[in-house]
T-cell receptor
Framework: DAEITQSPRHKITETGRQVTLACHQT?????MFWYRQDLGHGLRLIHY???????NKGEVSDGYSVSRSNTEDLPLTLESAASSQTSVYFC??????????FGPGTRLTVT | AQKVTQAQTEISVVEKEDVTLDCVYE???????LFWYKQPPSGELVFLIR??????QNEISGRYSWNFQKSTSSFNFTITASQVVDSAVYFC?????????????FGSGTRLQVQP
């Protein structure tokens, strides 16, 4: 069955380190998204991509970057992790106008 | 800019009670989709429904029903005869269609606790 996976599921890192969160989908969806979930804020958009080599900034993109070298993957990189980036990160994908399907999430703690 | 407000932070009911989760949205666009997602304690996000802005018909799916009213910019979600398994955080979300933006704008969520 097609799916969307994220790894790692849990990560603890230190302030200042570079961290990459992986997102892989097997639906062949052209649209992929990264959100972060924080209490009281719901999910907020970090970056998104509408296809290979296409990337765009969302509302809370500072300190994050993405790259899209193939259809299946959209890794999210924290260039220099900060405590404010402690959060749960969700990757999602969709095709056309259809609903987004979400990965299981990655819980990141920056100490 | 668009915005989704879920004013109810947390709701607690006893099993078999009916409960309505409110969602109010703001947008100047006339073409959009509204969504509801469920996040159970296990943490994943589960898609429940998508509603087109041109379709104001209410929808019922088993114990779930949705009331979409453009006049009040609301898209409320009712669970009839609630069950413990309905305990979750529920998110309402909005997607504008005519801007090319395919991402969702989420509300802050409503945590529903159904007590046995």
């Amino acid at each position: 069955d097609a799916e969307i996976t994220q790894s790692p599921r849990h990560k603890i890192t230190e302030t200042g380190r570079q961290v990459t969160l992986a997102c892989h989908q097997t639906w062949n969806h052209n649209n992929m998204f990264w959100y972060r979930q924080d209490l009281g804020h719901g999910l907020r958009l970090i970056h998104y991509s509408y296809g290979v080599h296409d990337t765009n900034k969302g509302e809370v993109s500072d300190g994050y970057s993405v790259s899209r070298s193939n259809t299946e993957d959209l890794p999210l990189t924290l260039e220099s992790a900060a405590s404010s980036q402690t959060s749960v990160y969700f990757c999602a994908s969709s095709v056309g106008q259809n609903e987004q399907y979400f990965g299981p999430g990655t819980r990141l703690t920056v100490t | 800019a668009q915005k989704v407000t879920q004013a109810q932070t947390e709701i607690s009911v006893v099993e078999k009670e009916d409960v309505t989760l409110d969602c109010v949205y703001e947008t100047r666009d006339t073409t959009y989709y509204l969504f509801w997602y469920k996040q159970p304690p296990s943490g994943e996000l589960v898609f429940l429904i998508r509603r087109n802005s041109f379709d104001e018909q209410n929808e019922i799916s088993g114990r779930y029903s949705w009331n979409f009213q453009k006049s009040t910019s609301s898209f409320n979600f009712t669970i009839t005869a609630s069950q413990v398994v309905d305990s979750a955080v529920y998110f309402c979300a909005l997607r504008i269609l005519n801007t090319g933006r395919r991402a969702l704008t989420f509300g802050s969520g409503t945590r529903l606790q159904v007590q046995p």
